[in-house]
């Protein structure tokens, strides 16, 4: 093929570097075979000039090259702005360990030694591709948040001076001027707090912000509810309590069906308030005998514009006397909510890309271990990534398991367990995971966020997963050329989770490094 010549890319764009015909050809072909755009380049200077006028994804290259050799080209491309994130690959003979060390320090992500396995080229290019664009990706989210943040930050501002204008042309009468004049200082108070803050002070700014409606109001109870449709529950995340009232359930998500009447109101964004629980509708029943339980006397709920997954209310009750609610300060409230919810949902975001880079990393430097690992290495890597990615995740236990020939059965052949958590059984029947195993045979990963909420023709799965103490978990096929040899499960044992597209898509990969590990 022409070297100048680039084949319409399906799943990514490589450049070839090598001063050998044959060795070109061989990789070439290799790696078309598997829909990727090849180019192929002779020399380094001609490899650097085709990288330059259109930069491929990724870059695989020989350390040693009639000119320029491979180090000087690696060099080069990590010097330029174009091309500087290209992950490069060395390929070839390495005259000794130096030479790869030095490739590291050239900038390299890895290096392939000949001959030239059939399945790990094309796994490594993919593996590398695959972080290449997910860094990517967690760049522009960062981006996208951080101007997200610098919007809010602009509306806060503007809305702390708006809310000194009000209070300088307010001419209501005296006692309400004041009583509105000092609610409106506690809100300027409590923007200034929130303006220029880090991420890490959320939660003990909001729970300040509740003492202080709790002091300002003389009520008893104050606190910020996260509301989900799709869970079909609601959350107390923060709240505040006068002394001697007895607390509510936090961090625990509970049914709309305790509150039917209020929650149907907040769905089409009404506010819904009391100063006695007779005020209440008859059609809300079963949301007064709950308020009665609860000892609830006044109460009112305030609705939180907020983008989904989740809806916010502001919920501030009266114990031990009945409380009005002035209309007057609403709006605030409402404003003062959306304020606190949304230092959650950017909290959360940051959180969430934290996680993901800090998983990337994982990811990265146990894809490093197995690369050219001893094979009398390989069971104690296995196990040692386990460990890893279960303390990482704050799992109860990570297991690793190799199904029977006849595929009635998975032996466990590798597992790490938390210290506290119910250990696994040695080998694992697939008449007592039927919907599970069928699920893996077909190569796909079985995501279980909720174990009570497997479907109905899951239900031999549901019981056994149970009695092994499992809630939540992550099971990932181990396939080698289109054969299931196994599976990856990483379980949580306390509560239900949520697995995260780019989360699975990361422990996958993962997964497919400890495939072709188990297979060597």
């Known amino acids: ?112 030694t000949k001959p030239y396995p059939l399945e790990e080229v094309p796994r490594r290019v993919q593996t590398h591709l695959a972080l290449y664009r997910l860094q990517h990706h967690l760049e522009r989210l960062l981006e996208e948040r951080i101007a997200e943040l610098a919007l809010v930050n602009q509306r806060l501002t503007m ?64 606190g910020l509810i996260r509301f989900s449709m799709k869970d079909n529950a609601w959350r107390v995340t923060h709240a505040a309590y006068a002394p001697e009232i007895p607390h509510v359930p936090e961090n625990t998500d509970l049914s709309l069906s305790l509150f039917p009447y209020v929650s149907e109101k907040i769905i089409n964004r009404e506010i819904v308030l009391f100063s006695n629980p007779d005020e209440l509708p008859g059609e809300a029943a079963i949301d007064k005998k709950t308020y009665e339980e609860w000892e609830i006397r006044s109460a009112i709920n305030i609705p939180v514009s907020v983008s989904e997954p989740y809806h916010y209310i502001i919920s501030i009750n009266a114990v031990r006397q009945e409380c009005e609610w002035p209309e007057a300060y609403i709006s605030r409230l409402r404003l003062l909510g959306e304020y606190m919810a949304g230092m959650l949902q950017r909290q959360e975001a940051r959180r969430q890309l934290e996680q993901q880079m800090k998983l990337t990393e994982l990811f990265s430097r146990m894809s490093a271990r197995f690369v050219h690992l001893p094979v009398e290495n390989v069971d104690r890597e296995i196990e040692e990534g386990l460990r890893e990615f279960v303390r990482f995740f704050h799992f109860g236990r990570g297991i690793l398991a190799q199904f029977s020939v006849d595929r009635k059965s998975a032996v466990v052949t590798h597992r790490w367990v938390q210290p506290d958590a119910l250990m696994p059984p040695s080998e694992i029947a697939s008449r007592d995971i039927p919907w599970v195993t069928a699920q893996l045979m077909r190569g796909a990963p079985v995501i279980i966020s909720d174990v009570a909420d497997l479907p109905e023709d899951a239900n031999v799965d549901r019981e056994f997963l149970l009695a092994l103490g499992l809630r939540s978990g992550l099971y990932l096929p181990l396939t080698i050329s289109s054969t299931c040899l196994g599976f990856l499960v990483l379980a949580d044992l306390r509560a239900p989770r949520v697995w995260a597209a780019d989360m699975v898509d990361t422990l996958q990969s993962a997964a497919d490094v400890l495939a072709n590990a188990l297979e060597r």
């Open 1 to 112: 093929m022409n070297d100048l010549q680039r084949t319409e890319p399906e799943v990514g764009n490589l450049l070839i570097v090598d001063d050998s015909l044959s060795e070109r050809q061989v990789l070439e072909e290799m790696l078309k075979g598997r829909g990727y755009g090849v180019r192929c380049a002779g020399t380094g200077q001609a490899a650097l000039q085709f990288a330059l006028e259109d930069p491929p994804d990724l870059i695989l290259v020989a350390p040693r090259l009639a000119g320029m050799d491979g180090f000087e080209v690696c060099r080069r491309l990590k010097a330029e702005a174009r091309t500087c994130a290209i992950p490069v690959i060395f390929i070839g003979t390495f005259e000794d360990a130096t030479a790869k060390i030095n490739a590291f320090a050239e900038g390299a992500v890895d290096f392939i």
């Open 159 to 222: 809305a702390n001076t708006s809310l000194r204008r009000e209070i300088e042309h307010k001419t209501q009468a005296e006692q309400q001027l004041k009583d509105r004049l000092d609610f409106e200082q506690l809100l300027s108070d409590i923007s200034a707090r929130f303006i220029n803050m880090g991420g890490e002070e959320a939660d003990a700014i909001i729970e300040s912000v509740l003492h202080m409606l709790i002091e300002f109001f003389k009520v008893d109870r104050c």
